[in-house]
């Protein structure tokens, strides 16, 4: 046996073994036998997405086929996260993004932005991050913004600066993906109408709290944290990931050049700018029309196909997609099997009887906080999180007198916030992540560090600017 397959089965073991413990733990509390073995089955496969004893699409299907063949949750049930809309939006996003290299337009708009900021990497962060926080108010989908708009341009702006997955990866692609993508969780945080699960945590808020979150509120206290971090994050990753290409004065001319010899657009890439207006607006109106966000982007792909920009061919080689929908469909079918076993309420008790009995309510609210961020490890979704452990977290920092405006306020902040940890926190994360140019460690690592900074900028600035304002 080679000394690969040999690490791979020893790993492979190693979840195995940590599934097998604590699926026959005995279940706390009122839990059924059943919520031990699901917690098992789902501990181990965030282990296998860690150690990758086999790709992370194969660690994901094999545990949905062990949560539904030991009975541990029904076919139906295992599978639920592969209707999942949100699922089906990320593959559509990849598709966005073959369409806009395919035909060119993506490189024609890299080359756009070459032009105007191509003298420098650092610039082309801050301008994709002003990007994303432009229209962070009007999408209130985070996938449909950084993954349906911003993901295909940032990755044909990679390629036709010769970036690619694999050896270039670190010219500028690996410092371009990570930035877009943490920027999107921040300005998700900014706007009451940057991410859809906002709106439940203002609904959870009233009705449970009598407390009515307005736009401009919402707003108004992310406004400072908010701007601190957009201005700050681009720079630092930067320096983390110190990009090969810093600074280059004839970018601008050679994207000139290029252009030039592009000529007039095609018709190929005005149908393609065509269906990608098209999706942005019903995207950024879908507040006011309601349509949902993975049809208006299914629609987008079913024009193009119907036009001939793309063919079916073009979805079929779509490996990408194809793989962020069996591991993160499975992924979300597993995390929503535990809230229905049990698990999550369970955890959200402990969490609450451990932090119920601290007298300053400071203290109360940051570890509040804290745990309300870190416990979205065992969460892929933002809207199950949310549904999770608003209610019990914020009613542990009100008890403890914590008040009331600051706690929902800044709950709602980090439901977003909290993302920013792992490849599968959020829909625009796999779409990120599957893009090939950062490793699952790098990945995880720096999402640490940022989830650091985040509690450090919007904990401590952010504390001042909620004083200042009247918040508490």
Known sequence: MRNDDRSKLIRGLICVAVGLIIWFLPAPGDLEPV???????????????????????????????VTAITGTLSIGDALNGFKDSTVWLIVTAFLFARGLIKTGLGRRISFMLVKRFGKSTLGLGYALALSDTVLAPAT????ARAGGILFPIVRALCSSMGSEPGPTAKRVGQYLMYNSFQICCITSALFFTGVAPNSLIATLAKENFGYEITWLGWLWAALLPGVICIAILPRIYYKIFNPELKYSPEA????????????????????????????????????WTNLNA??????????????????????????GGWDALIWFGGLVGLATGLSKVGIIGWLASILETSLGGISSWFLAFILVVIAYTYSHYFIASMTAHATAFFVPLA????????????????????????????????????????????DQGTWWKWGFVTSLINLVVWLGAGSLWWKVIGLW
Request: net charge negative; charged share 10%.
């Open 35 to 65: 919520a031990m073995h699901l917690l098992g089955i789902f501990v181990a496969t965030i282990l296998g997405l860690i150690l990758q004893p086999l790709p992370q699409g194969a660690v994901v299907i094999t545990a949905v086929a």
């Open 140 to 143: 209130p989908s985070n996938t």
């Open 252 to 287: 601008p001319a050679l994207a000139e050049k290029e252009l030039a010899k592009m000529g007039p657009m095609s018709t190929a890439e005005k149908g393609m700018l065509a269906v990608f207006l098209l999706t942005l607006v019903l995207w950024a109106t879908s507040q």
């Open 294 to 319: 993975t049809a208006i982007a299914l629609l987008g792909v079913a024009i193009l196909l119907v036009i001939g920009v793309l063919d079916w061919q073009d979805v079929l080689a779509e490996k």
């Open 395 to 438: 009613l542990v920092a009100i008890s403890a007198g914590a008040p009331l405006e600051i706690t929902v306020l800044v709950l709602g902040f980090f439901n977003s916030l909290n993302a920013v940890m792992t490849h599968y926190g959020t829909g625009p994360a796999p779409i990120y992540f599957g893009a090939g140019y950062i």
